[in-house]
């Protein structure tokens, strides 16, 4: 029997039945939301934790979550109480000029030993766990990656300008971003720069501009920042360039697969899915009449054919999956349109005289609105791929504006932005090994577990890579897994992880924005060898990425000899982001599939994206590698279970996805689904029918319940997402009675609710006498979190019950027929 006819009636809907004073001072951990003349800077010492108690006593808010702690150095220290841990700044929104100035008065009086006034005491317990308090200044404009770039520049290339981003304080007023424009036009004609771009997009309060400065003044910004640029009020920050860049392959390393085949048959003639990345090989035997570009800059007679690697991997995955395998091609075209140029320097990398995040914007419209006079094209696009990740701009708290951008153009315009973890090649520390020979010849499982420990002490130097820490989009990182893979690599190439669930040593770690779970999903990335680089008093390893040809996945690829059959082999978290796409383009053709092989479901299309995201995340677990790390990862001890798992979460996510599972039918398994809006402070209870054999039986079973929603962004307010979704029990009394217990093996019960996908799996084996009319009740609840909010949020909500095969009940029929006669939809009361 066909896929399509065993599924016909796989994915049932789900039936839905009546179910203190403001402060005036703020805290925020991202500036863009605070006016500059308003805006006062905390550097802290100490504990955050203990600060953020402090400050509330003082009734300041602050919602956000500090993660890195380093130590002091000569240049970031209390110089009265060196001992001190310096963990960041906090931003202080003031309710006037006149506020700041009287807070500053306070410092200053502090600084001085002067006692404070009557009333104002406590400010002394505050400041004491401060080294200082200022207004915005150069310091906070010039951040330490933006010295390090300069510098980079200038020894690379010393007679040469330099070319940077500078963003400014967004202004609602037109008269006053225009007086903003002028004065930033007058500092870089005065240093004799020029303007090469400038970009604004209110939705996000963007407002960038990308500069050329002669390389003498980039020399005096800095040696004294507070004399030149950084001084000028109007800008927030000065910093790198945004470039995404692909290199070169070092050597080819593949073969020429099968020759040019007749055009394919594809079964519809309108992409869902987007591709936005380098200019694929049009007429590769594997991609021939299986693409539609759109080049709206004319990159095809510019772009050589030799230089087409990226996009047309990326390509080849979303269509074939991995080519070793054999799988079947899509049975739609894939949009692509072309985001990366050829780099002079070799390679493909975002354009060199454009903001990226204007290049996006762009992109993302063009597809889905049109751009001027041209009509969208991609109407029905649902997914876009992004494997695109900005080496400047690791993640580091505050949302990137191309983070922002996602989030924006997600819920604008429903689709789902599958985007890259991003790699991290930098070394390791393994101090367990003193020599290669040592590392090298020690117990697999052993090796792993030292490997594993250093990657949790570096966590803070293996983050994301913007725009992954977006919230709306899934993030994708590498699974240690690649079909290239025979147990056989090299000599002097160690294989790290014996185990492959857990993410390839190079993909990039969590957590994200507010501790959300970052990275969603792993996917197949290669299965990625690392080699020893230093030894004496501790190994130093770095993950290597050539030789791919011994772990990684094979892809249609450039042929420097001009022939259109090559293939090679790649691996990273770009390959596993191409991956999910194909795995989210299948759900689709299944869920059309159900409905007798229409193109169309009854899914309505605002929906068919969080349908999708819902369904991508609803079957990843940790497997036994949660267990494992568990067991090895820190902190350990009484009391730490949820740092911890918080630790694991930021390797493995919600885990590896089995899609397989999700797709095809099992007896002993119902998966349903539903989907609709919610208002803010509003709940929605759905009625989950259990089969009726269940009724008083030991047996184990396991629920599990994933809910996606697209949240609107507020940009000007400290909590940003304006709308928080989670899952509760829909009955008081008796809670989740019939799967009662929580898989410890997953990522915490907080961490599910920091981000836009709540995902949980329970379990339950004890016999359970039927309450609710055989009915488990659960209840969606939206509540606003980023100030007045009153519009209605889409989601889907996807729950799998099963039943152990051995209890011989007929889960998928007995829940289908109770399911068949509809009860009418309305509101739960409460929320």
């Known amino acids: 029997m066909r896929q399509g006819e065993r599924l016909g009636h796989r994915f049932e809907r789900l039936t839905k039945v009546a179910g203190d004073p403001t402060a005036l001072l703020d805290l925020r951990d991202d500036p863009a939301s605070i006016a500059p003349e308003r805006a006062i800077v905390f550097e802290i010492a100490g504990s955050v934790d203990a600060f953020y108690a402090q400050a509330q006593k003082l009734g300041l808010e602050y919602l956000g979550e500090f993660e890195v702690e380093f130590e002091p150095d000569d240049d970031f220290h209390d110089a009265k109480k060196p001992e001190k841990v310096a963990s960041g700044r906090i931003y202080l929104a003031m309710p006037d000029v006149r506020a700041l100035q009287e807070l500053l008065s306070l410092w200053r009086r502090y600084q001085r030993g002067e006692p404070m006034e009557y009333g104002r005491g406590s400010w002394n317990d505050l400041f004491g766990r401060l080294i200082d308090v200022r207004p915005w200044g150069p310091q906070d404009r010039v951040l330490p990656e933006m010295i390090e770039f300069w510098e980079s520049a200038l020894a690379s290339n010393p007679d040469d300008l330099v070319r940077f981003e500078i963003e400014l304080w967004h202004h609602e007023n037109r008269e006053r971003r225009n007086r903003s424009h002028a004065r930033l036009r007058q500092e870089i004609h005065e240093l004799g720069g020029r303007i090469v771009d400038h970009t604004i997009i209110p939705e996000i309060r963007y407002d960038a501009a990308l500069v050329d400065v002669p390389p003498t003044h980039v020399r005096s910004l800095i040696d004294r920042p ?18 995404a860049h692909h290199p070169a392959r070092d050597a080819p390393e593949g073969q020429n697969g099968p020759g040019l085949t007749s055009p394919p048959h594809l079964e519809h003639d309108a992409p869902i899915a987007a591709l936005l990345d380098g200019l694929p090989i049009q007429n590769h035997a594997r991609l021939a009449g299986r693409l539609i570009v759109d ?33 079947p091609q899509l049975a739609r075209p894939l949009l692509v349109l072309p985001v990366l140029r050829p780099n002079a320097g070799g390679g493909e990398r975002t354009p060199a005289d454009r903001l990226v995040v204007d290049v996006i914007h762009r992109a993302v419209k063009r597809i889905k609105e049109g751009d001027g006079s041209e009509p969208a094209t991609g109407p029905d696009v649902k997914i876009i791929n992004v494997s695109l990740g900005d080496a400047w701009r690791p993640f580091a708290r505050v949302m990137s504006p191309l983070g922002r951008l996602l989030d924006y153009l997600s819920e604008r315009y429903r689709v789902l932005f599958l985007v890259s973890a991003g790699n991290v090649m930098e070394r390791l520390d393994i101090p367990e090994f003193r020599t290669s020979e040592a590392f090298e010849n020690a117990d697999p499982k052993e090796r792993e577990i030292a490997i594993l420990k250093a990657l949790d002490r570096n966590k803070s130097e293996r983050t994301l890579l913007s725009p992954a820490e977006a919230l709306n989009i899934l993030t994708i990182g590498g699974a240690h897994r690649g079909s290239a893979y025979n147990g056989n690599l090299p000599r002097m190439l160690v294989d790290p992880f014996t185990d492959e669930s857990l993410p390839n040593i190079a993909s990039a770690m969590g957590l994200g924005f507010r501790k959300a779970i970052k990275p969603d999903l792993l996917f197949d990335g290669g299965r990625a060898p690392v080699r020893v680089v230093g030894s004496g008093e501790r190994v130093t390893i770095q993950p290597f990425h050539r030789a791919a040809r011994f772990f990684g996945l094979r892809v249609a690829a450039p042929d420097r000899q001009g022939g259109a059959r090559y293939e090679d082999f790649a691996w990273g978290s770009s390959v596993a982001t191409a991956l999910a796409t194909r795995s989210s383009h299948r759900i689709y053709d299944v869920l059309s599939d159900a409905n007798g092989g229409s193109n169309h479901t009854d899914i309505p299309p605002d929906h068919m994206a969080l349908v999708l995201k819902a369904l991508l995340v609803h079957g990843a677990s940790w497997g036994a590698c949660g267990k494992m790390l568990d067991r090895h990862f820190g902190p350990q001890g009484q009391g730490q279970h949820m740092p911890r798992r918080d630790n694991i979460t930021r390797l493995l996510g919600y885990g590896v996805p089995d899609i397989d599972r999700v797709l095809d039918c099992a007896g002993n398994r119902a998966t349903m689904l539903g989907f609709g809006t919610i208002a803010p402070d509003t709940g929605l209870l759905y009625r989950i029918p259990l089969p009726t054999d269940l009724d008083g039986q030991r047996a184990l079973r396991s629920l599990t319940v994933t809910l996606a929603w697209f949240a609107p962004i507020n940009p000007n307010h400290r909590g940003y997402r304006k709308a928080a979704l989670e899952i509760s029990p829909g009955n008081e009394t008796d809670k989740y009675w019939i799967a009662e217990k929580r898989e410890p093996s997953q990522p915490g019960d907080k961490a599910v609710s920091r981000g836009t996908v709540f995902h949980e799996r329970r379990y339950g084996e004890q016999a359970a006498v039927f309450v609710d009319d055989g009915h488990l009740l659960l209840k969606v609840s939206c509540r606003a979190t980023a100030g007045d909010f009153d519009e209605l949020v889409p989601y889907a909500l996807a729950v799998s019950f099963e039943v152990a095969v051995e209890a011989g009940i007929p889960v998928y029929d007995q829940v289908r027929d109770r399911l068949a006669p509809q009860v009418r939809a309305t509101v739960a009361s409460g929320s």
């Open 226 to 243: 507070e004399i030149s640029l950084a001084r000028v009020d109007e800008v927030m920050f000065l910093r790198p360039q945004s470039v």
């Open 295 to 327: 080049d709206p800059d004319t990159l095809e007679p510019l772009y050589p054919i030799d230089l087409r690697e990226h996009g047309t991997s990326m390509a080849s995955l979303i269509i074939h999956g991995d080519l070793n395998h054999g799988e």
